[in-house]
């Protein structure tokens, strides 16, 4: 009996190696914006590979010194520039709060790269692996965006909402 089996289960193993790997299907279709790094499409919470962005009630200041919603500046780029466009997102990972982290572009332009070259996202290099180093780094250079005055990195903003639940504490007061 076991001889008769043999041949199938080798038949079986063989295929299952040579298939190519399962990967997650990319996300297509009009987004809606939820703050300068997560949106949704088709019910699906994305949140954008490689970047922090300040959170929407978030805080800074500007150039000229006075405080300005940097969080909804994000947020509102990130939305026009995406309005009435299809975008793609390629699943990359997922996040502990159950979102898809994904790379997303919009008539081929990278959402990510689009956030950071504008000084509205900081790079996250310890998941983009550098791969908009150079794009901040103009970026700050040139005083683009959160890169004009001063701000709060967004997971400080974070941990201080979560110790304090203000924003004119956790927001750059100074």
């Not at 009435?84 to 502990?96: A, E, Q, S």
């Not at 103009?138 to 903003?157: E, I, K, M, Q, T």
């Amino acid at each position: 009996m076991l001889r008769h089996v043999l041949p199938h289960v080798f038949c079986a193993v063989l295929c299952i190696l040579a298939a190519p790997p399962a990967t997650a299907a990319d996300l297509i279709g009009r987004a809606s914006v939820v703050d300068g790094d997560t949106l949704d499409i088709h019910g699906a919470r994305i949140r954008l590979w490689g970047i922090d962005a300040p959170e929407s009630a978030q805080a800074c200041r500007g150039r000229d010194r006075k405080l300005y919603r940097c969080g909804a500046l994000a947020a509102n780029t990130l939305d026009a520039f995406a309005r009435g466009k299809v975008l793609r997102c390629r699943p990359v990972d997922g996040d502990r709060y159950g979102r898809i982290v994904a790379r997303c572009t919009a008539g081929g332009a990278d959402l990510g790269r689009f956030m950071v070259s504008r000084g509205l996202a900081l790079e996250e290099t310890q998941y983009s692996g550098g791969a908009y180093a150079a794009d901040q780094l103009a970026a700050r250079r040139a005083g683009r965006g959160l890169w004009s005055g001063r701000f709060v990195a967004p997971p400080l903003y974070r941990s201080c909402m979560h110790a304090h639940g203000t924003t004119a504490v956790c927001s750059d007061g100074g």
